[in-house]
């Protein structure tokens, strides 16, 4: 396609993936998930799952996106010689379009903490707060419109294109996001007792690593690392022939994981401060800390009532940049497959997914609303994070490490051998091979019942 973007700087390809992986996974999911799962041991097991299974990932989709320079179901297809293999990219797309559609359903809910802690409707005592969620998120029509608002913030940004677009909105977006989180993490920190928190996100206990520590480190690791989404591998296909694909993916990794660890030390610290537990799952931001914010802040609630728009508004931030990837997706595949303006295919894109968030955002405030028994948008997190996801990224592990020709997965890795990473390409090619398929597959197979 000679009128593909590309991305214009070394620092726009590094932000911009950064920017995908950065988001509500890390400053939402990390944390519950964390909060969950005992603290400490949670964060090292989810740091080797990024270590061993993450960054390999990353790279072969890396390689497979950067090979083909198309979107994500030609790619597969073109990579592999074999048209089946295209199922994979489209697995891919499908599952971003999936997480699209609940995923604005959350940020839509930040757009509306946002405003409330503007307008200070969130000050109240801790069962004021838990009316106030319970009754915005059970609405059937404002939250529905809020999604639909992000996911249109998000059209008009991917229309502009890649460079004008993507790029610039990641440049703009990311350092800002970082410095908001070092302001409250700094607040948080120094609160009293702060302690206590920083002890349960770094010091571990083994004893709380159970097999669904596992499980749930891999399916957020993954998450983060927007992988198995083939997001990475269109992204990868905007990337220049000079890009260094591993130290690209050890940066982005690195941030993603530090920018999780932050959102750690701004959120627990706070919480243990004013003697509240976090394990009180995906509400943990929307319930709990609003209340944490207030009490922690009372000797100043100037300090709390800025700490908790700067939070918002840092959340929206991170959820932009990373719907930006999911939608451009999907943008990519109907532009270069059905031929249809950019314009026009990200229009597809916006409806299919304006729809989803409907039902989704309906099943919160309607538990009947659901499928396989969980509702809907539980369902749709637990399908793609622990599911889908890992079965695109084992599939694309074995496409790369068994059915790719060894000679373009070595060009592609070492850039025609003029890469000091080089080195590391029998390390990488032994990951893919043996350690991402396997482990993943004896995990899904655990998650089914079978072992
Ligand atoms: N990685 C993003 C986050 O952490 C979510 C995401 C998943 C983005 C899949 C793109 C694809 O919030």
């Avoid at 939402?28 to 989810?46: C, D, E, K, S």
């Amino acid at each position: 396609m000679k009128d593909r973007g590309h991305f214009g700087s070394k620092i726009g390809i590094v932000l911009a993936t950064a920017g995908s992986a950065v988001g509500l996974g890390n400053i939402w999911r990390f944390p519950y998930m964390t909060g969950q799962n005992g603290g400490a041991a949670f964060i090292l097991v989810y740091l080797g799952c990024i270590l061993f299974l993450g960054i390999p990932g990353m790279l072969s989709e890396f390689i497979v996106g950067r090979h083909s320079q198309s979107n994500a179901a030609r790619a597969y297809a073109s990579f592999s010689g074999g048209k089946a293999w295209g199922l994979v990219g489209i697995l891919g797309i499908l599952t971003s379009t999936i997480i699209l559609g609940f995923y604005s359903v959350v940020a839509g809910w930040c757009l509306q903490y946002l405003g409330a802690s503007v307008t200070g409707q969130l000050k109240g005592d801790p069962t004021y707060v838990l009316h106030y969620f319970q009754s915005f998120s059970g609405n059937p029509v404002k939250p529905a419109i809020l999604g639909i608002a992000f996911i249109l913030i998000t059209h008009f940004i991917v229309v502009r294109g890649v460079r004008n677009g993507i790029e610039r909105a990641s440049k703009l977006l990311m350092p800002l996001l970082f410095i908001l989180l070092l302001v409250i993490v700094v607040a948080s920190v120094t609160l009293p007792d702060a302690s206590k928190g920083i002890e349960f996100l770094l010091k571990p206990d083994f004893s709380k690593v159970t097999t669904k520590v596992f499980l749930e480190a891999l399916g957020q690791a993954f998450f983060s690392l927007s992988l198995g989404t083939a997001c990475l591998c269109t992204y990868a296909s905007y990337f220049s022939r000079h890009t260094h694909l591993l130290q690209s993916a050890s940066q982005i990794a690195l941030i993603d994981f530090l920018i999780a660890l932050l959102a750690g030390l701004m959120i627990f610290p706070a919480a243990f401060s004013v003697g509240v537990q976090p394990d009180s799952g995906p509400s943990l931001i929307f319930i709990t800390l609003p209340n944490v914010f207030q009490q922690a802040f009372s000797f100043m609630p100037i300090l709390g009532y800025v700490i908790s728009i700067l939070f918002y508004a840092l959340l929206v931030f991170a959820a932009l940049t990373s719907t930006i990837s999911m939608h451009e997706i999907g943008t990519a595949f109907f532009h270069e497959e059905l031929k249809l303006r950019r314009s026009r295919a990200a229009w597809v894109l916006t409806v299919v997914c304006s729809v989803i968030a409907v039902f989704c955002s309906l099943s919160v405030g309607k538990p009947d609303l659901q499928l396989f028994g969980k509702p809907l948008m539980d369902f749709c997190d637990f399908l793609t994070a622990q599911v889908m996801l890992p079965a695109g990224a084992m599939l694309t592990s074995i496409l790369v490490g068994w059915c790719a020709s060894k000679t373009i997965v070595r060009e592609e890795f070492t850039n025609n051998e003029t890469s000091r990473s080089k080195v590391f390409y029998p390390a990488y090619l032994f990951c893919v091979r043996y350690i991402v398929p396997v482990s993943i597959f004896l995990i899904l197979m655990h998650e089914f019942g079978v072992i």
